[in-house]
């Protein structure tokens, strides 16, 4: 089997940001043509720091900038003069600093539209979906129109009060900030009848949705305000302790994510209860899920929140085995691909195997002149799923053009010649090996460089915003992707 990675703001589109309209489903029929059966995407929350998707305002929440536009226009909700003013945005990449307020804008334009349509059936639908989302929805939405009041600032800086959720001050807030509440129930309940809508369609043409959910969430999110006592926090509401990886082949420092970490035991005695309901929502929204940072389901890297970087930090235990049975009792098998990258200890490894989930495999990985290395294609497990590369690396013609020619040698050596499309070769590796599904990144199959890359860790602004034109998604290459598929058996499937 076979997929593409392409997260949804990367599609290309008329409003400066991919969206759920027209070209996702076109992008789906592209990938029927191609013979891929999975769309992988990154997490689709409402981005916060950074506009990264590993840090959003909620686990739980969609993000608002891929809503379509022109179906809500489609739907009455928008006129041809609520777009007047919409600014001319760059077709290669996403300005958010410019996407934010236009989109938000429109939408707010649509949310008024809505309210004075005094359609009762859409009126019915939001309660309805307001009814069965009250877990987080409530709280996601009081939590935004709070952040809005507060000029954007993180809910620590909040009066004291709305901080720690006196319920006073909350109720307080909920009548005077009724109207943004409901704004953010309504956004929400339109990002999810489009994403439905448009997965659906995905699964009739034979086509999977794979998402991604990252094991922490941001500090400064409806989770953790509205749920302090899972987390390490000081009485301000501050994390005492963050996430991070140590020192490996992405950074020399490792990496300080700045996510607070979980008290693991007061989840135990919550019976694990957030995890379900997060778990139990993300499969109504995905065919299959990617975990990312699989290893912190066994410990996790630990750094305490004075420390500028990662090097002092520790391994914590956690009951991984005991959480992924609760969630096998509670929500049945669970479609889970387990991101087994970075520094993984047999424990890890035992525990990925037990709960029966795939790993990963990176080819750009592979070529460090160990025959051993766990990368090269001839040392995969079929229960295994092979990327030419994730959001995190270089695009593979970046990757081959920043190597030494000692390493560019170990690539030739392994292909068997030298005179060779790099980012083809590397494709057919990952297609040519008996890892049950191969992943490739689209801006791989293009060929593109490493201005095209989604994301380097460790640089804090100019990530995220990679998009691709319509012209990239033609028929020519459409079919040589079929080709591969069909010449690596992986149209089988």
């Known amino acids: 089997m076979a997929g593409v990675l392409l997260h949804p703001t990367s599609l290309p589109g008329a ?13 789906v029929d592209w990938l029927v043509r191609a013979g891929q059966k999975v ?14 998707p590993y840090s959003a305002f909620s686990a739980f929440a969609g993000n608002p900038l891929l809503i379509s536009l022109q179906r809500l226009q489609d739907e009455g909700l928008l006129t041809w003069d609520d777009f007047v003013d919409y600014p001319f945005l760059p077709e290669d990449r996403v300005d958010y600093g410019a996407v934010i307020p236009a989109k938000m804008g429109v939408l707010r334009l649509a949310y008024e539209r809505w309210k004075s349509q005094g359609d009762e059936e859409a009126k ?14 409530e709280d996601f939405a009081l939590f935004m129109a709070l952040k809005e009041a507060y000029g954007g600032r993180a809910w620590t800086e909040w009066d004291r009060d709305l901080a720690h959720r006196n319920p006073d001050a909350l109720n307080r807030a909920r009548r005077e900030l009724a109207d943004e509440v409901q704004f953010h129930r309504f956004v929400q309940y339109c990002f999810a009848r489009q994403w439905s809508d448009l997965k659906r369609y995905a699964n009739a043409q034979g086509v999977l949705i794979m998402g991604d959910m990252p094991i922490f969430v941001a500090h400064d999110s409806t989770d953790v305000w509205a749920k302090p006592e899972m987390f390490y926090l000081d009485e301000d509401g501050n994390p005492t302790f963050v996430a991070g990886v140590p020192p490996d082949y992405f950074s020399p420092t490792g990496q300080r994510w700045g996510n607070p970490v ?6 135990k005695e919550q ?25 912190g389901f066994s410990a996790y890297w630990q750094v305490p929140a004075s420390e500028p970087t990662a090097v002092k930090g520790r391994w914590v235990k956690v009951p991984g085995r005991e959480l992924f049975r609760t969630l096998q009792r509670e929500l049945g098998e669970l479609p889970i691909v387990a991101e087994d990258l970075g520094t993984i200890t047999p424990d890890v490894t035992r525990l990925r195997k037990g709960l029966g989930f795939p790993g990963m495999r990176v080819l750009q990985f592979a070529f460090d002149g160990d025959p051993n290395n766990l990368y090269l294609p001839y040392n995969y497990e079929p229960d295994t799923v092979v990327y030419t590369g994730t959001h995190d690396n270089d695009t593979l013609v970046g990757w081959f053009n920043g190597l030494s020619e000692e390493e560019k040698r170990r690539v030739y050596d392994y292909v068997g010649r030298e005179d060779i499309s790099v980012h083809w070769e590397m494709i057919r590796l990952a297609y040519a090996s008996v890892a049950r599904l191969a992943i490739v990144p689209l801006q791989d199959w293009l060929g593109l460089g490493s201005g095209a890359r989604m994301n380097q860790p460790g640089r804090e602004a100019g990530n995220w915003q ?10 020519g290459l459409a079919q040589a992707i079929a080709k591969m598929c069909a010449v690596y058996g992986r149209d089988r499937y």
Request: proline share 2%.
């Open 15 to 27: 409003f400066g940001i991919g969206e759920l309209g027209g070209e996702a489903y076109r992008f």
């Open 39 to 52: 769309w992988q995407v990154l997490p689709l929350g409402p981005t916060g720091f950074a506009d990264s």
């Open 124 to 137: 019915r639908g939001l309660e309805h979906f307001r009814e069965q989302h009250t877990f987080w929805l």
């Open 262 to 267: 979980y008290r693991w035991e007061v989840m």
């Open 271 to 295: 019976g694990y209860r957030w995890w379900i309901e997060r778990f139990r929502w993300t499969l109504q929204m995905m065919d299959i899920v990617r975990v990312d940072h699989f290893r």
């Open 466 to 475: 990679w998009r691709c034109r319509r012209e990239h998604l033609n028929e």
